[in-house]
């Protein structure tokens, strides 16, 4: 690769872990794609509850030694500037797509991003870059959760965090198996939540109260995108399972074994290089049976405020950078 082959773009970045504040806009050299890959101009990424913990340091053991300054950013849509060889795209493609800041410690909050086009679908006409930018990692980790979980039809799965991304899309694809499903849900998003697919709504002030009283031996599953963690267990039958967005602490996972409950992590992850399950929820949400949601747009220069209003709670859907 030549020094002219590596392209000058402008991202969100950090030069140390911290808060909201370490976040800048910063330059990075971005290398053409190889083989199966994209160079994208981006044009949406959603802010996730993982580039917080990244920017927090909590992945710092699996980035290692990458290179500074680090660039969260987990799922992007944009066009096709230029394609590696084998990659079943041409320039001006309009696509969605997910990546992971992981390997490199650079995510795609970035004007430019290399992606590998196994983890990118194209978009369909009239879905909007910001709406398209907020289906790949979030309805990937909904999909990964229900198959980790493995339900059968007519089993109990209680939802925390219903108005959240992963959490509306969830229950979408839940209701959609046929799970009886319970969500927790302020009193003012009730209707939302019943419209996703809830059966029942749960107070979030008393979860485990409140779903004991709508499943009196405890439900099959729970899907935790709201990380309570071992608070939950008491929620569960034993023998159920719970899936978990982050992992347990040492001193919760005794806790889980003595409740007889299974606990996954789920990570997104295991579904990447699968193009087929990610346009099969393109699919989905072309045929309006998946809803996108921005909660709200803002430009890349105001990441941090960005991360401390994902942090404070209560966003509907996802903040998303528009580039």
Same mark, same amino acid.
């Given at each position: ?116 086009? =196994? ?63 319970? =969500? ?94 990610? =346009? ?44």
């Amino acid at each position: 690769m030549s020094v002219r082959d590596v392209v000058r773009a402008a991202a969100v970045g950090f030069h140390h872990y911290g808060g909201p504040d370490v976040l800048t806009m910063v330059e990075v050299d971005v290398p053409p794609p190889g083989t199966g890959q994209l160079l994208v101009r981006t044009r949406a990424t959603p802010v996730n509850p993982a580039d917080v913990w990244f920017r927090e340091g909590g992945v710092d053991r699996l980035v290692g030694d990458r290179p500074w300054p680090r660039v969260p950013g987990l799922e992007v849509a944009g066009t096709v500037e230029t394609c590696g060889e084998g990659a079943p795209f041409v320039p001006g493609d309009r696509i969605l797509g997910v990546t992971t800041f992981i390997d490199s410690g650079r995510g795609c909050q970035s004007e430019v991003a290399v992606l590998d086009a =196994a983890d990118t679908a194209l978009m369909p006409p009239g879905m909007g870059f910001a709406e398209a930018s907020t289906l790949p990692m979030s309805a990937l980790t909904a999909l990964a959760s229900l198959d980790t979980l493995d339900l059968p039809p007519g089993s109990t799965l209680l939802i925390v965090g219903v108005t959240g991304a992963v959490g509306a899309y969830a229950a979408q694809l839940a209701r959609a198996r046929g799970l009886r499903v319970l =969500a927790t849900a302020r009193e003012d998003d009730q209707a939302y939540a019943v419209s996703l697919g809830a059966d029942v709504c749960v107070s979030r002030d008393d979860v485990v109260r409140g779903t004991l009283r709508a499943a009196p031996r405890g439900v099959d599953g729970v899907i935790d995108t709201a990380v309570l963690g071992s608070s939950i267990l008491g929620a569960i039958r034993p023998g159920g399972r719970l899936a978990l967005m982050r992992p347990m602490s040492g001193a919760e996972r005794p806790e889980a074994e003595r409740a007889g409950v299974d606990v996954h992590l789920i990570s997104v992850r295991a579904y990447q290089g699968d193009p087929d399950r990610l =346009a099969g929820l393109v699919r989905q949400a072309a045929a309006g049976d998946l809803r996108l949601r921005v909660a709200d747009t803002v430009p890349p220069r105001s990441a941090a405020e960005a991360h401390r209003r994902l942090s404070a709670g209560g966003t509907r859907g996802r903040l998303v950078l528009e580039w």
